[in-house]
């Protein structure tokens, strides 16, 4: 007879909220992390954006499921993950890209996403500080926010331990195994324990976790930095995404969040694939120029420090979250780029579904955009 009703390897931004889901469901859960506290994986390097201002549907509607559970938690759990709703603003400043956001303007808005293309002059009030040179407007959607994802982490934790949730950290997990008619057996480095189901929701080691599911996930990281400034006085909400290109970086984005710290990253050029984690000494003067240009008013402030973390990646950009075809109880969640965070919460609830109902909480049609089966020569999302 099985210990456990579903096991997930990972207590990273997908398998947290999937196991305190699962336990409000009342089934019996296992959570192993080979780290050493819950998202100390990809999850605490993320800056905590939360956009449903998606191009890809399917993206749309979980992201606006992660914002109802973000936006409720304080309310209905207690605990504070900082959530500030202070909308996702892109500055536009080259006429190609007025045009390409103000044709996705149009999906967007058909999937009940409240964004809507602002002038100069509203967005001087928006972002007091803004250079005006050349600024043409830009879209600006006010539901969307931001959060802390290391309170959100701890509050999933703690609220699914509440719920009689179990978590074993500093185990690895090494293999799993079939055992005709009693389950599923997980091994690690300390232990083995037997269940139902198992979710590998395991991050930038996806694709290692998926060899022991007998299955090979195309799933492959590269790393991004940030970093986070001295705490000033709080002077503007939204989360500011510069889609412009810069020498060495695509997009940069930063926000103030709630005590004042204003926090950044950027997209490299190129990629830069592999594990690597260290920071390298070309990201801050990069971050530094970008920042001062579009907002000249932060030339003084002073950066604390800088981090290095993983995108794993999906070659269109998309995440896997899945049964396993031909398997009784294996599952995959993985894959979110740089989006698991935002992607979190309405994933777990679909999961749970999945795990529970036998079908997403979606729509099968549009919740078949993450499977693994598809195509992923089919065109990626514009906005990443
Ligand atoms: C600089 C930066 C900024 C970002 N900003 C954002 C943002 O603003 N918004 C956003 O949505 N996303 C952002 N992201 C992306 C986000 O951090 C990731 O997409 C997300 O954390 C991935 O979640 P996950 O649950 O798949 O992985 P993780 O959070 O890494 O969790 C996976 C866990 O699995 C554990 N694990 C792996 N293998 C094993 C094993 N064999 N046994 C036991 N445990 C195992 C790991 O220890 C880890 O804790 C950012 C990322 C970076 C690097």
């Known amino acids: 007879m099985p210990n456990y009703d579903v096991i997930i390897i990972g207590a990273g931004s997908v398998g947290l909220p999937t196991s305190f889901f699962l336990a409000r469901e009342k089934l019996k859960v296992l959570v192993i992390d080979e780290l050493s506290s819950p998202g100390q994986g990809q999850n605490k390097s993320a800056i905590g954006g939360v956009r449903a201002t998606h191009s890809d549907p399917a993206k749309i509607q979980i992201c606006q499921l992660s914002l109802k559970v973000f936006s409720g938690w304080k309310e209905e759990y207690g ?26 303007l149009g999906l967007q808005k058909r999937y009940g996403l ?14 007091p500080g803004i250079n005006p040179k050349g600024l043409k407007g830009g879209t600006y959607s006010p539901e969307d926010a931001n959060i802390s994802p290391i309170l959100a982490a701890r509050a ?14 500093q185990e690895k997990v090494i ?12 091994k690690t480095d300390k232990g083995t324990y037997t269940t139902e189901k198992v979710v ?3 991050g930038a080691n996806a694709r290692e976790v998926g060899k022991m599911m007998e299955t090979d996930l195309p799933v492959f990281s590269d790393s991004h930095e940030a970093g986070v400034t001295e705490p000033v ?33 950027l997209t490299p050029q190129p990629i ?13 003067p990069q971050a530094a120029r970008r920042l001062i240009e579009l907002f000249p008013r932060l030339r003084n402030i002073r950066v604390r420090r800088v981090w290095r973390g993983l995108y794993p990646m999906t070659p269109d950009g998309v995440p896997i979250v899945n049964k396993l075809k031909d398997s009784d109880g294996f599952y995959v969640a993985v894959g ?36 693994l089966y598809r195509d992923y020569t089919r065109s990626s999302e514009a906005l990443k």
């Open 156 to 169: 999933f934790y703690r609220q699914a331990v509440k719920r009689g949730a179990t978590f074993k950290f």
């Open 336 to 371: 979110f780029c740089g989006q698991g965070f935002m992607l979190g919460p309405g994933i777990a609830l679909n999961l749970m579904n999945l795990i529970t109902k036998g079908k997403p909480l979606l729509p099968e049609e549009i919740f078949r955009n993450f499977s």
């Open 272 to 284: 830069v694939p592999g594990l690597n984690r260290d920071s390298s000494s070309s990201f801050l």
């Open 175 to 186: 293999g799993l195994k079939k055992e005709k008619g009693s389950g599923i057996k997980v």
């Open 79 to 104: 605990d504070d993950i900082h959530f500030q709703p202070g909308g996702y603003f892109f500055p536009v400043y080259e006429e190609e890209h007025e045009k390409s956001l103000k044709e996705l």
């Open 233 to 265: 006085k709080p002077f503007f909400q939204p989360l500011v995404v510069d889609i412009r290109e810069s020498p060495g970086s695509k997009n940069f984005y930063f926000y103030q969040e709630k005590e004042g710290h204003i926090i950044f990253c």
């Open 114 to 127: 409240n964004i809507d293309w602002l002038q100069a002059e509203d967005i001087v009030e928006l972002l």
């Open 200 to 202: 590998n929701a395991a």
